[in-house]
């Protein structure tokens, strides 16, 4: 087997743990503290930076990670919410703090993949960072408005337009991508500010598409105005069973997910890395962890630091070539 296979074959199999809601990667064994990090526990305070604002996939894996710190002996552990240009403020902030423990980041595809890729940033996305795990993350889905009447993907025509959650995020990306895909290259894109905003126009009729988080859709997915067309999981989703995926309707490069992971600041001290990677562990292995994920069609996925590191740079390539396939012309248009 070739290296490009290998890689691809690990790729899909982080995709398809992250469809199937998997458990940890490996098992929940507890980690041993001394005295003197003990102590430091308790006088701490840990902060764990969402750089989106309150609510969706990364609010709840952010708070998971509190949870996790919590009953691992950490004393103050709050959820820092620095919202901002598709998460890069928050993101710049934990890169330029001190590796001392004291900042952790729910990073993602958006901040560490896109978002470098697309625009300038104030951060390295690799040098800057230890990527300690991915958490989890949620397929997304192609829906449209009934009274648009597009029944299968093989009924989409020209002219129609389409919503992302916004320029640049991951949404965006992978719409390109799906309309690249369809053969619909001349399809408008209309970016909005965050998803409720997308299906709010989709619902009123004012765009033909919208591709959304499952997350973001399922409290919609029961609306008789609102058809779902297809999914990017690695299989059929259990909350939208009769939906098929790009993948039966033959388009396998389209699966997909918008994922996050925990990271530090360059730097961190191995004894801070075991100590998170060891709490999160424990608190995966929850079934009730597990289900909460379910409920917000996310999948649950916890890896080692150094699978974390090799899964983002094949991401980063993955869709640095969707960005580079657009063109710079498209990008500035849609910037």
Do not use: C
């Amino acid at each position: 087997m070739s290296n490009d296979a290998v890689k691809v074959s690990r790729r899909h199999s982080v995709l398809a743990a992250l469809a199937a809601g998997l458990m940890p990667a490996w098992p929940a064994s507890a980690r041993e503290v001394d005295v003197a990090f003990a102590a430091l526990l308790r006088q701490m305070t840990l902060d764990v930076v969402v750089p989106y604002a309150p609510g969706g996939g990364s609010d709840l894996l952010g708070r998971l990670v509190v949870e996790a710190f919590s009953a691992a002996g950490a004393h103050k552990v709050v959820v820092a919410n620095v919202p901002g240009v598709a998460g890069t403020i928050g993101s710049r902030q934990v890169a330029q703090s001190a590796a001392d423990g004291s900042q952790w980041l729910i990073s993602g595809i958006g901040s560490h993949v896109i978002a470098p890729q697309w625009q300038t940033v104030s951060y390295d996305a690799f040098k800057d960072f230890e990527h300690l795990a991915i958490l989890g993350g949620a397929p997304s889905v192609l829906v449209t408005h009934v009274r648009k009447g597009h029944q299968r993907l093989q009924d989409l025509r020209s002219p129609l337009n389409w919503a992302s959650p916004g320029s640049g995020s991951h949404g965006h990306l992978l719409g390109a991508a799906i309309m690249q895909q369809l053969g619909l290259r001349d399809a408008v894109h209309v970016p909005y500010k965050g998803g409720a905003m997308a299906m709010n126009d989709l619902l009123g009729g004012h765009v033909d598409l919208a591709v959304m988080t499952l997350t973001s859709f399922l409290p919609h997915a029961r609306n008789p105005q609102v058809k779902a067309m297809a999914v990017t999981s690695a299989r059929r989703i259990e909350q939208l069973p009769s939906v098929p995926t790009f993948a039966e309707l033959g388009f396998k490069d389209l699966t997909a997910f918008t994922w996050f992971g925990l990271s530090a600041p360059r730097g961190l001290r191995e004894e801070w890395a075991l100590w998170a990677t060891a709490a999160l562990r424990r608190l995966y292995a929850s079934d009730s962890v597990q289900e909460r994920l379910r409920q917000q069609g996310m999948g649950a996925v916890v890896l080692r630091p150094e699978q974390a590191q090799t899964f983002m740079r094949e991401e980063w390539h993955r869709w640095g070539s969707v960005i580079a396939s657009l063109g710079d012309s498209y990008r500035k248009n849609n910037s």
